[in-house]
């Protein structure tokens, strides 16, 4: 997707803390994902970083799911 406009990009997509402070960037089972820590040693996956489809598609790795590191 292409965005035309004179508007600054930090108006466009805002600057979140959580971007910065929580989420760590791991590798699991070749997936790329960004997570944030939650408790008991648990992690929510936040996003899916990885550029093939198929890891889209696979439930195991959609946001708001938790997993272990």
Known sequence: ???YTMM???LIYPHTDMEDNQ???VDLDGVSLAVSQSQNG?????RVMSTNPQ?????RYSPGQKIRL
């Open 1 to 3: 997707m292409i965005l």
């Open 55 to 59: 890891h889209y598609l696979d439930g």
């Open 23 to 25: 989420l760590k960037y």
């Open 8 to 10: 600054p990009q930090e």
């Open 42 to 46: 648990e992690y929510t996956i936040e």
